[in-house]
């Protein structure tokens, strides 16, 4: 089973425009990862958040957690072609936190 | 680039025959794990292990199973495969057992 979701299934914008897109998860955590996958290839660490932590920023990427909800975001701002990608959260529970669960992933893509 | 290296990148097998792929991670990397990847969705957690001794699993059957070996590689093996096998596999990587991973390209299983 997936503990995370992420929503929407899939993302069409235009270069230059920003993309947010939302995970929900259902335990406890003790942080929560967010990665990259280009064309069914390996993943792409962006950036960690850790459950005391609100909300956390690396170069264009912005991650925002709220644990009270059970739900993460992540906004890329000034999007570009080389932005299109699946993008996946992914839970460390915090009875099993070596166990990452991945959510279905969100599908972006970039028009230029 | 991760310095997570899989092999081989595309496989083709019977139904009913064994298969073993191979991951090497990064030097000082003790900590290994696998995923399986069924296509439009996220990675499934296989199994974890930890200075060469299995410390997680998912809900996999026996069938899969796992070595790790000291120089920082490890091997996934599935006997008896089944279509539903066919899949991407992943290796991801990490120094302890918790944090960002490092993924691997990935192999693709096809079962036929």
């Known amino acids: 089973s997936q503990q995370g979701e992420e929503d929407p299934q899939a993302l069409s914008i235009q270069e230059g425009e920003n993309a947010t897109m939302n995970c929900s998860y259902k335990?406890?955590?003790?942080?929560l990862q967010w990665y990259r996958q280009n064309s069914g290839r390996g993943l792409v660490h962006l950036i960690l958040i850790r459950s005391n932590e609100r909300e956390k920023h690396s170069g264009r990427l912005r991650v925002t957690l709220d644990t009270s909800k059970k739900s993460s975001s992540l906004l890329i701002t000034a999007s570009r072609a080389a932005d299109t990608a699946s993008y996946f959260c992914a839970t460390a529970p915090r009875s099993n936190d070596y166990k990452l669960s991945f959510g279905a992933g969100t599908t972006v893509t970039v028009r230029a | 680039e991760t310095g997570v290296t899989q092999s081989p990148t595309h496989l083709i097998k019977t139904r009913g025959q064994q298969v073993t792929l191979r991951c090497s991670s990064q030097s000082g990397h003790n900590t290994v794990s696998w995923y399986q990847q069924a296509l439009g969705q996220g990675p499934q957690f296989i199994f974890q292990?930890?200075?060469?001794?299995?410390?997680g699993r998912g809900n996999f059957p026996p069938r899969f199973s796992g070595l790790q070996f000291p120089n920082y590689s490890s091997e996934l093996n599935v006997n008896a495969l089944e279509l539903d096998d066919s899949a991407l596999y992943l290796c991801a990587s990490r120094t302890g057992t918790v944090g960002e991973a490092f993924f691997g390209q990935g192999t693709r299983l096809t079962v036929v």
């Open positions: 335990t406890s955590i003790n942080n």
């Open positions: 292990y930890y200075r060469e001794e299995e410390n």
